[in-house]
Structures are given as C-alpha cells and as structure tokens.
C-alpha cells in the first residue's frame, strides 16, 4: 500500500475549505471533506494544478454534492479573511520548514523552549511592573513590602498560564500571547519609570542627609549639647559660643525657633531646652543646655513648653587643669 505524506500546505489549505463549509452541519462537512487532504496529496503527487482559493474549492463541493450556494455577503467576507490565513498558515509553515532544516537554528530553538520557565517568570514581573508603572513615576515613597506579596502572585499566574493552567477554555491559547505581547510593549517605560523612581529615591537620601547635619557637629555627627571647662577645671555654665564673625554656636539649624529640642542617644529619648538666662526662645549657643525633666512630659511623651528643667550631666565632674592655672585646691 502506498504511503503518503501529507504536506503541511496541504493540511493549512484543507482546513481553510472546511472553514468556508462551516455553515453546514458538522456530518455534511464531514461527508463533503472526508479524505480531503490525502485526495489533495495524490493530486499534488501526480503534478495537479496548485491549490489557490479554498473559498472556491469549498464552493466546487458544495456544487456537486447538490448544496445550495453559501450568502454572497457572508461568502465575500469570509473568503477574504480565509485566504488571507490560508496564506499567512502557509508562509508560516514555509518559515518552520526553513527554520528546522537547519542545525544550528534547531539547536537555538531547542534552547528558547528549555527557557520558557524563564519567561513566563520574566512575563509576570513585566505585568506588575504595568499595573505600579504610574505609582513608580509619581510616588516619592518607598516601595511597600506588602507589594512584593502582588509580585510574587503574578509571577505565579503567569508561570500557570505558560503551563496551561488556570485559564478559561475559550482564551486558552489566545491569553498568554497577548499576556507575552503587553509585556514586551510594557519593556522600555517601565525602565524608564524604575530609574525616575531611583533617582527621586537618591535624591531624596541625599536632601534627608544634608537636613539631619544642620547645627553643630564633630566629623559629621551632630553635636547635641557642650560642656565647657575653666582653666581650673571646673565647669561653667551660661558660656555663650560665636564663631570669628559673631554667629552663634548653636545645636540647632539657624531657623529653628522651637522652645526645646528633642532626639535620640544612647541612653533613649531626650529633650533640651536653653537655660533661662536666655531670652525668650534664642540662647541656643548659651551653654551646658539643660534638660527638660521627663517627668512632667505630657501624655503623648513630649515635652511642654512650661516644662521644668534640670541640669545636664556633663561627660564628667571636672576636666585636668591647664598648665599654671591657679586652682581651688592650691594652698595659700
């Protein structure tokens, strides 16, 4: 018995006529279309003319098996958009003949097939990345953990699609390509979006920096309070600090007109105020500052304005005097 094989033109083509018979009831096609494709491959074989307009060919049947004439307008627009696949299926079978023939392209294919995984991956991050583009290109806020939960959900929707699953019957094939295609058109402005966002991002680390050094500070870190020490070695209070135009020393950035100052070392929270023999709300370069009693603060934790204060605990009682100071402990 003689074997043939049946070209995949052959196979585009019969499915086209089918297609243009599709009016029909399923057993009339089957009866009009029944061996189409090996008649089609002996008549090929044999040197028959080459296959043209399935639209005509699916008329010829209709013709001899007695059928009436398919609607001249249903008929028009449905032989266009026929032919038109008919070829496009054609050429693209022509391609993938070319294409596997080749070694080194097969190799290349078999290759993107073992990294499918790998972008369906790709594909869900490119998805998440559509959806925050615009929260990426107006937000100046840090990115929420909480997000990484929806980026995770979407990279694992997308490796379902590429697995079949999870996917309605109807849009089984025709979803994940359009998936592919928006995200390949989402590349270039969401690299645009994530670059604005990292520039805003090192531009505001950067400002934020610059606001926490204003006032005094000893190589780089703020200068919270200062304690000064006469020749004797004993502390003073109420030394008023300038610099060698006359601006005041002061802890605080130079706009700052609050009645305390509040912040974090080592020992927790605290809050300083300047002495009271500085007026009204200057006095910031009047030193040692004193502390405002934590006691008396009010119930969400800070300070008043009215709130007592007591005296700052200086690094130490007393500093070595300097070299031919007279000191209290000298005898007379």
Same mark, same amino acid.
């Given at each position: 018995?003689?074997?043939?094989?049946?070209?995949?033109?052959i196979?585009?083509?019969?499915?086209?006529?089918?297609?243009?018979?599709?009016?029909?009831?399923?057993?009339?096609?089957?009866?009009?279309?029944?061996g189409?494709?090996?008649?089609? !491959?002996?008549?090929?074989?044999?040197?028959?003319?080459?296959?043209a307009?399935?639209?005509?060919y699916?008329?010829?049947?209709?013709?001899a098996?007695g059928?009436?004439?398919?609607a001249?307008? #249903?008929?028009?627009?449905?032989?266009?958009?026929?032919?038109?696949?008919?070829?496009?299926?054609?050429?693209?079978?022509?391609a993938?003949?070319? $294409?596997? !023939?080749?070694? $080194?392209?097969r190799?290349?294919?078999?290759?993107?097939?073992?990294?499918?995984?790998?972008?369906?991956?790709?594909?869900?991050?490119?998805?998440?990345?559509?959806?925050s $583009?615009?929260?990426?290109?107006?937000?100046?806020?840090?990115?929420?953990?909480?997000?990484?939960i929806?980026?995770? #959900?979407?990279?694992?929707v997308?490796?379902?699609?590429?697995?079949?699953?999870?996917?309605?019957?109807?849009?089984?094939?025709g979803?994940?390509i359009?998936?592919?295609?928006?995200?390949?058109?989402?590349?270039?402005?969401?690299?645009?979006?994530?670059?604005?966002?990292?520039?805003?991002?090192?531009?505001?680390?950067?400002?934020g920096?610059?606001?926490?050094?204003?006032?005094?500070?000893?190589?780089?870190?703020?200068?919270?309070?200062?304690?000064?020490?006469?020749?004797?070695?004993?502390?003073?209070?109420?030394?008023?600090?300038?610099?060698?135009?006359?601006?005041?020393? !002061?802890?605080? !950035? #130079?706009?700052?007109?609050?009645?305390?100052m509040?912040?974090?070392?080592?020992?927790?929270?605290?809050?300083?105020?300047?002495?009271?023999?500085?007026?009204?709300?200057?006095?910031?370069n009047?030193?040692?500052?004193v502390?405002l009693?934590?006691?008396?603060?009010?119930?969400?934790?800070?300070?008043?304005?009215?709130?007592?204060? $007591?005296?700052?605990?200086?690094?130490?009682?007393?500093?070595?005097?300097?070299?031919?100071?007279?000191?209290?402990?000298?005898?007379?």
């Amino acid at each position: 018995m003689k074997t043939l094989s049946i070209d995949p033109a052959i196979l585009t083509f019969a499915a086209a006529v089918r297609d243009a018979l599709g009016d029909l009831p399923a057993d009339d096609i089957d009866d009009l279309t029944d061996g189409l494709e090996a008649d089609l !491959s002996e008549q090929a074989a044999d040197g028959g003319p080459e296959l043209a307009d399935p639209v005509a060919y699916a008329d010829e049947l209709r013709a001899a098996a007695g059928l009436a004439p398919r609607a001249a307008s #249903a008929r028009g627009s449905h032989s266009k958009l026929t032919v038109m696949w008919a070829r496009l299926s054609r050429a693209w079978a022509d391609a993938a003949r070319g $294409i596997h !023939s080749k070694p $080194i392209f097969r190799a290349a294919i078999d290759i993107l097939r073992a990294l499918q995984p790998v972008w369906w991956a790709a594909r869900g991050l490119l998805l998440f990345g559509l959806v925050s $583009i615009v929260w990426l290109m107006s937000s100046d806020e840090r990115i929420p953990w909480m997000s990484w939960i929806a980026v995770a #959900a979407f990279v694992v929707v997308s490796v379902q699609w590429g697995r079949g699953l999870w996917l309605p019957e109807l849009g089984r094939k025709g979803i994940p390509i359009i998936a592919s295609i928006v995200a390949v058109a989402v590349v270039v402005p969401l690299w645009g979006a994530v670059l604005t966002y990292t520039t805003r991002q090192f531009a505001e680390v950067y400002s934020g920096v610059g606001f926490e050094q204003a006032g005094l500070q000893l190589d780089g870190t703020p200068i919270t309070n200062v304690f000064a020490y006469g020749p004797d070695g004993e502390l003073l209070t109420d030394v008023q600090l300038f610099d060698q135009d006359g601006n005041p020393l !002061s802890v605080v !950035s #130079a706009d700052h007109a609050g009645a305390f100052m509040d912040g974090y070392s080592d020992e927790g929270y605290f809050a300083l105020a300047p002495r009271d023999s500085a007026p009204g709300a200057a006095g910031w370069n009047v030193y040692p500052l004193v502390t405002l009693d934590p006691q008396y603060f009010d119930e969400g934790g800070l300070p008043s304005v009215n709130n007592p204060t $007591i005296e700052s605990t200086p690094p130490f009682e007393r500093a070595q005097p300097l070299v031919g100071a007279v000191t209290s402990d000298v005898e007379k």
